[in-house]
């Protein structure tokens, strides 16, 4: 009841505020008293029924919405193609980047002479469009595009997330807000240049026409009635635009299994083995052996190259010197890392069925870890220790021979850490553990 009377309270709200412009726009009408000035709302609702009336009404009115929208959609759809060859190929944004540049920062006009000489003006409106769109598009896609962490694309790379995953649980995030912010302006800069260009090309069945044609008969009233088509069409197309998109943005997705998991378990060797940092070493002349299902805690202090270590073993870092074996590409790990790298917009449930390709293991994984009425929750609204479970939950489930955990227990009270270290036990099966942590748990009953 109380949303139903706020929803009454602002649409009661906007309709004062429309009849009070409206009003205003009387009072200026009847003070100037000359209908070829300036036409009052009466005479421009006059006018709009006489077209509304008018056979051809409504043909001028697709036509000029089919040529925006034609203009908007190759904007779009190009816009957001090459933006992603932009990512892809650094190479391509470095040529293409000035040429985006210029169709942005060129005047309207210079375009519109130049289309008229190429291509009459029968494109013309379709191509003023597209250029309004085009330039948004391609500059906030490919910004959005860079938006996702190197945090993200690590995570996702060491749990081999195919590229479907990785296009809708961590592009789509982050694009969405470069994408809408952008397109809410690109649509009615669409509008207003495409029906200008209308004007000045005059194709037929247009309501750049019409206004022509009504500017010609010193018909201002005409000129308001068709404006405020305009306004009305560029407001509903904006719309459903918007809504299409943000429905679009929020469907959800089921996620495939990554590859991994099948291969044989291998010992893991480190000879000599050293890492620097800007002329820091980390790592020095490092030598161990890891059996094949072993388990071993680092309780080394901070700073003693801890998790340095598990990047190297996950193959994001190389080392430095020495002989690192019994890792590589072939070779599948969970990864558990320092930070907990979740997909912040997507809920707990699909965070963990990223790796586990099914909503049903991910489940089972999050059971012993997280309370059940969190799971639907966007990660970005759970707590640190919540956040820091649902990041244990994920490595534990994810199928591989080689699993590392980084400060599993970070952020836990004493009880949730003896429920995790007893799930990690049970979670471990044939699989080679490293556990980094302060805490030695094993002794501990």
């Known amino acids: 009841m109380k949303e139903q009377s706020i929803f009454k309270n ?10 009070a412009w409206l009003f205003c726009w009387q009072i200026v009408g009847m003070l100037i008293h000359n209908p070829i000035l300036f036409a009052t709302p009466i005479e421009t609702g006059k006018a709009l ?4 009336g008018n056979s051809d009404f409504w043909r001028v009115a697709g036509m000029t919405l089919l ?12 816009g957001m193609l090459l933006a992603a060859v932009s990512k892809a190929i650094p190479l391509f944004e470095e040529l293409f980047r000035p040429l985006a540049g210029l169709m942005k920062t060129i005047p309207v006009v210079c375009f519109v002479v130049l289309f008229l000489i190429w291509w009459g003006a029968s494109f013309l409106s379709v191509a003023i469009s597209f250029l309004m769109v085009f330039t948004a598009v391609y500059f906030s896609t490919l910004e959005g595009l860079k938006a996702v962490g190197k945090d993200l694309l690590e995570m996702a790379e060491v749990y081999r997330l195919p590229f479907r995953t990785r296009l809708f649980s961590l592009y789509r995030p982050a694009l969405k807000p470069f994408l809408l912010g952008s397109l809410q302006s690109a649509l009615g800069f669409a509008w207003k240049s495409g029906v200008a260009a209308e004007v000045i090309g005059l194709p037929n069945y247009s309501i750049g026409e019409q206004i022509y044609l009504s500017k010609i008969s010193l018909d201002t009233a005409g000129i308001f009635a068709w404006t405020v088509v305009v306004c009305a069409m560029s407001y509903l197309f904006e719309k459903m635009v918007l809504c299409l998109l943000r429905k679009a943005f929020s469907i959800k997705v089921r996620y495939t299994q ?15 083995v050293g890492k620097s940092f800007d002329g820091q070493a980390v790592l020095k002349d490092l030598f161990m052996t890891i059996a ?7 309780t080394w202090p901070s700073g003693a190259g801890k998790t340095t270590l598990f990047r190297m073993l996950a193959g994001l870092e190389k080392p430095d010197g020495g002989k690192l074996a019994g890792i590589g590409r072939e070779r599948s790990v969970g990864f558990l890392f320092q930070e907990d790298r979740l997909c912040g917009e997507e809920s707990a449930l699909q965070n963990v ?4 390709g099914s909503e049903e293991r991910a489940r089972e994984a999050l059971r012993p870890l997280l309370e059940e009425e969190l799971w639907e929750k966007p990660c970005r609204m759970l707590s640190g220790g ?13 199928k591989c021979s080689l699993l590392l955990l980084d400060e599993p227990f970070a952020g836990l009270d004493e009880e949730r850490t003896k429920r995790c270290y007893e799930e990690i036990q049970k979670k471990k099966g044939n699989r080679t553990l490293l556990i980094a942590s302060h805490l030695d748990l094993r002794d501990k009953k």
Not at 10 to 19: D, F, G, S, Y
Not at 67 to 78: C, K, M
Not at 353 to 356: E, G, I, K
């Open 292 to 298: 094949p299902s072993e388990a071993v805690w680092l």
């Open 353 to 356: 069925s990223m790796v586990t």
């Open 49 to 52: 029924g006489e077209n509304f």
């Open 10 to 19: 602002k649409v009661l709200r906007k309709c004062v505020i429309v009849l």
């Open 67 to 78: 040529r925006i929208s034609t203009g908007f959609l190759l904007g779009l759809i190009l």
């Open 258 to 272: 990554p590859r991994g998991g099948e291969e044989e378990n291998v010992p893991i060797t480190l000879e000599n």
């Open 386 to 398: 919540e956040k820091r479970r649902v990041a244990l939950a994920r490595a534990l489930a994810s």
